[in-house]
């Protein structure tokens, strides 16, 4: 594939160059081997479960600015025990097939553990963004879901992709609108193919900070645990503690406003490709969105000092470390450093298996991926919900709550004799809309998730750490799929 120049002056070469570590499919195997040996399920089945089903490598063509340039692409369907497949779209130089392949692998342990009923996939093309135009983006875009729709690889009830590093909305809507082209009409769930839309084509509210907000919603339902947290020294609360962010994208981004209006957590740092910045009295987290909106770097935000290796943050002391940017930033290299005393995975991989190791020796408390980002699937797993029953969360329910809500309210002044505010009628009054639903949704899913699998450790002595149980409540639910499908007798 030609070279191109970048098309913006701030424009990165990407974010953090691969490092020479572990394989992340190795990586992610290593965590598989680790939690089947405690559980009693026969070899046969644990490695079906821990192979990726199908893999569909392909290359397309498209042309760009008058040359023929060829795109390197995956869709990876780790397991196909539950349908259709769910899993983002990554658009990235670095995306290769191992990559892939680990992030779909997640993908089903993560749909497992929140109770999506859903397989796991992932899909990748090798193209950094950032060299392109939004029309070329867009033709990229639209060859890629095509090849996938030629290969039964997308659908709402085979494969439903969604944004992951590199896509969003937007090519959330492309992919949505090829699919419609292809099946001209005739499916009506055609809608239901993709999640992470915008609201205007068939999107759900909340679907965009989904994965931030649930990364916000399982740490300080973690944090509020005093008997779990006591092993570690850790005291209770949410508020106050001191934390630091790798990423300031979608997840990272979220995730820290959240933590600092919602839970009143503080943020101190933030680490980004280009620099990091540092302030030990925290950082407005709207203030440094301001900042680089204006100026396109978090870097030189006057009111922290800037650090040209943003990496440097990830062993700055802290109570909570969020890395939520890419796969194999804290390997055996950076670990034995790392002073923070949670690690709270917003980004898929962020820990190789090597430096667990390092981490629980030196009594880390790590909240794993699979649990903790899982926010985005469950809330595309509303989305697509939405999409083929073809209703708004809300739309049926909405006025006659409100109308109960206001009959109740004046028969408690008939019979007090006291009469409420207008805030306070409004607040009591108001019904709940789709944004609210899907809140109310993604909290329950995340403490239910959490308490089912310290459940699981606690019953089990033989699990020693929170990946481990994640893994085994995992292996569980797709092992009884399995055997209920009679595969395995
Ligand atoms: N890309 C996201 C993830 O890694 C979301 C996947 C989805 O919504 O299907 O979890």
């Known amino acids: 594939m030609a070279k191109r120049a970048s098309l913006k ?15 992340f499919f190795k990586s992610v195997e290593e965590n598989f081997n680790k939690a089947v040996a405690v559980t009693k399920y026969p070899q046969g089945l644990a490695d079906q479960i821990r192979v990726c089903n199908s893999v569909y490598y392909f290359q397309f063509p498209v042309r760009i600015r008058g040359e023929i340039e060829v795109f390197e692409a995956w869709r990876v369907e780790h397991s196909q025990h539950k349908l259709p497949c769910k899993g983002g779209i990554r658009f990235s130089e670095l995306v290769d097939q191992d990559e892939v392949m680990a992030l779909a692998a997640l993908m089903t342990f993560k749909c497992a553990i929140v109770h999506v009923p859903f397989g796991g996939a992932k899909g990748g093309v090798k193209v950094n963004p950032h060299n392109y135009t939004t029309e070329e983006l867009e033709r990229i875009t639209r060859r890629y879901a095509s090849q996938l729709v030629q290969k039964n690889f997308i659908g709402p009830s085979v494969d439903v992709p969604a944004p992951d590093y590199g896509t969003g909305e937007r090519e959330m809507a492309w992919i949505a ?27 759900v509210r909340g679907r965009k900070e989904a994965t931030g907000l649930g990364v916000f919603y399982g740490l300080r339902h973690a944090l509020s645990k005093s008997k779990d947290l006591k092993r570690y020294g850790i005291e209770a609360g949410i508020a106050g503690k001191k934390i630091i962010i790798q990423g300031f994208g979608n997840v990272g981004y979220h995730a820290a406003k959240f933590i600092q209006e919602e839970g009143d957590g503080i943020i101190i740092g933030v680490a980004e490709w280009d620099g990091g910045v540092y302030n030990p009295k925290g950082i407005i987290v709207e203030e440094l969105a301001e900042w680089r909106r204006e100026n396109g770097s978090i870097t030189g935000f006057p009111k922290a000092k800037t650090l040209k290796r943003g990496a440097q943050l990830l062993e700055y002391a802290c109570d909570v470390l969020v890395p939520a940017a890419l796969e194999n930033q804290i390997t055996i290299r950076n670990a034995p450093r790392i002073k923070a005393k949670i690690i709270a995975e917003g980004a898929n991989g962020p820990i190789t298996s090597q430096a667990e190791h390092i981490l629980l020796d030196k009594g880390v408390f790590i ?68 944004r609210d639903l899907v809140y109310s949704g993604l909290e329950d899913t995340m403490m239910f998730a959490y308490d089912e699998i310290m459940d699981l450790w606690r019953a089990n002595k033989k699990v020693k750490d929170m990946r481990t149980a994640a893994y085994v409540s995992a292996i569980d639910k797709v092992a009884t799929a399995y055997m209920q499908l009679g595969l395995f007798p």
């Not at 609108?177 to 999107?203: H, L, R, W």
């Open 9 to 23: 002056s701030a424009a990165r070469t990407e974010t953090l160059a691969k490092p020479s570590v572990i394989p």
């Open 367 to 434: 909240l794993p991926d699979m649990y903790l980002n899982a926010g985005g699937v469950t809330v595309s797993y509303f989305e697509w919900l939405k999409n083929i029953s073809h209703i708004r969360f809300g739309r049926m329910g909405k006025r006659f709550d409100e109308g109960v809500q206001k009959r109740m309210i004046d028969s408690i002044e008939s019979l007090t004799g006291k009469m409420f505010s207008d805030k306070e009628r409004k607040m009591l009054m108001t019904g709940a809309g789709e």
């Open 177 to 203: 609108d090829t699919y419609a082209t292809f099946t001209s009409g005739e499916d009506i769930n055609a809608m239901a193919c993709v999640t992470g839309k915008p609201i205007a084509q068939g999107g």
